[in-house]
């Protein structure tokens, strides 16, 4: 019987998460954990723990009582924040990895979870349909970790043959929990602030391309990659992951097709040049040939759900 912990379960990929491997494995088969308690959020309608992910000693008691055999590590500091605070960016995204790897060997965990990101990614990489074994340069501590994050997950599977899966997600777009701290947040805060205001400043410039998808893809994309056949998998630190590539212009450009009086303007910050150090878009030929990877969701469909979803209700918790 498969039964999972999940941590940093209330952030944004966790939360849909969490909701999608409770119907798929059972609620009382999935352990969610945060560092702190979340307010309102599904997360807590089943089993929910308080964790902090580098406190390996209270990882190994939840693993042992709740007797687990899956990892979903999500705990994370995003690309902008960890520019601010390297040092804790660094130990946070390094040394929980390590706790969860280091326990599963010890605990006899089947399989492990971790995300990966186009950060991963810098100079010299082509920017272009960036390719799963381009060159790895990448100009930020979170780029860094996430860099060497894949090598540590590849070295536990070849040494110790812990079964570790893992994506490099793109920006990732949803509304029922909000990104923090990342680089490609502008294209989720967009949506709520063309509802409420009708006008959104953008933090990068009008003409800077970045892989996105559709948080749905996304679950999709996790589910499938852990449910895949083991035999199938080449690649062991972090598979190429596509969905849609886009500018803030052609994301405002669609938003106006929809909201016609929709303002944008452009006010660039920090943030610029991190984004400006990621590939525009990515090939993902080993997802799609080894376990048949298809994303289902184009802008135009995401801009047509982002706006249905961010309802009034929506907006008003945004702007709590
Ligand atoms: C970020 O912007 O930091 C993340 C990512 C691309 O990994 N969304």
Same mark, same amino acid.
């Given at each position: 019987?498969?039964?999972?912990?999940?941590?940093?379960?209330?952030?944004?990929?966790?939360?849909?998460?969490?909701?999608?491997?409770?119907? +798929?494995?059972?609620?009382?088969?999935?352990?969610?954990?945060?560092?702190?308690?979340?307010?309102?959020?599904?997360?807590?309608?089943?089993?929910?723990?308080?964790?902090?992910?580098?406190?390996?000693?209270?990882?190994?008691?939840?693993?042992?009582? *709740? +007797?687990?055999?899956?990892?979903?590590?999500? %705990?994370?500091?995003? %690309?902008?924040?960890?520019?601010?605070?390297?040092?804790?960016?660094?130990?946070?995204?390094?040394?929980?990895?390590?706790?969860?790897?280091?326990?599963?060997?010890?605990?006899?965990?089947?399989?492990?979870?971790?995300?990966?990101?186009?950060?991963? /990614?810098? +100079?010299?990489?082509?920017?272009?349909?960036?390719?799963?074994?381009?060159?790895?340069?990448?100009?930020?501590?979170?780029?860094?970790?996430?860099?060497?994050?894949?090598?540590?997950?590849?070295?536990?599977?070849?040494?110790?043959?812990?079964?570790?899966? =893992?994506?490099?997600?793109?920006?990732?777009?949803? *509304?029922?929990?909000?990104?923090?701290?990342?680089?490609?947040?502008? @294209?989720?805060?967009?949506? /709520?602030?063309?509802?409420?205001?009708?006008?959104?400043?953008?933090?990068?410039?009008?003409?800077?391309?970045?892989?996105?998808? *559709?948080?749905?893809?996304?679950?999709?994309?996790?589910?499938?990659?852990?449910?895949?056949?083991?035999?199938?998998?080449?690649?062991?630190?972090?598979?190429?992951? %596509?969905?849609?590539?886009?500018?803030?212009?052609?994301?405002? @450009?669609?938003?106006?097709?929809?909201?016609?009086?929709?303002?944008?303007?452009?006010?660039?910050?920090?943030?610029?040049?991190?984004?400006? =150090?990621?590939?525009?878009?990515?090939?993902?030929?080993?997802?799609?040939?080894?376990?048949?990877?298809?994303?289902?969701?184009?802008?135009?469909?995401?801009?047509?759900?982002?706006?249905?979803?961010?309802? %009034?209700?929506?907006?008003?918790?945004?702007?709590?």
């Amino acid at each position: 019987m498969t039964r999972i912990l999940i941590t940093g379960a209330a952030g944004q990929i966790g939360t849909e998460l969490t909701i999608a491997l409770r119907k +798929k494995y059972g609620a009382k088969n999935v352990l969610a954990t945060d560092i702190k308690e979340p307010k309102d959020s599904p997360v807590t309608d089943g089993a929910f723990e308080l964790l902090d992910a580098l406190d390996a000693k209270q990882m190994c008691k939840y693993i042992r009582d *709740y +007797k687990i055999n899956h990892i979903y590590h999500l %705990s994370a500091m995003l %690309s902008a924040t960890a520019e601010q605070y390297p040092r804790k960016g660094w130990d946070l995204n390094m040394l929980s990895l390590l706790n969860v790897l280091e326990l599963s060997r010890e605990e006899g965990i089947k399989r492990v979870f971790w995300p990966s990101s186009i950060a991963v /990614f810098g +100079k010299g990489a082509k920017k272009v349909k960036c390719e799963q074994y381009e060159v790895q340069k990448p100009a930020t501590v979170y780029g860094i970790s996430k860099s060497a994050g894949e090598l540590w997950c590849n070295y536990y599977f070849e040494k110790y043959g812990i079964d570790v899966r =893992s994506l490099r997600y793109p920006g990732l777009i949803s *509304y029922k929990t909000l990104p923090g701290g990342g680089t490609t947040d502008y @294209a989720v805060d967009i949506f /709520f602030k063309a509802v409420a205001e009708r006008k959104y400043t953008c933090y990068l410039k009008e003409g800077t391309r970045l892989p996105m998808m *559709y948080m749905d893809d996304a679950i999709r994309a996790t589910l499938e990659l852990m449910e895949a056949n083991k035999n199938k998998l080449s690649v062991r630190t972090s598979y190429n992951l %596509s969905g849609v590539d886009f500018t803030p212009a052609a994301l405002a @450009a669609s938003i106006r097709e929809r909201i016609g009086e929709f303002e944008m303007s452009y006010a660039p910050d920090f943030r610029q040049a991190i984004a400006e =150090s990621w590939p525009g878009s990515i090939d993902d030929y080993y997802a799609q040939k080894e376990w048949n990877w298809k994303p289902k969701y184009n802008l135009e469909r995401i801009t047509k759900e982002m706006l249905t979803e961010v309802s %009034s209700q929506r907006v008003n918790e945004y702007y709590l």
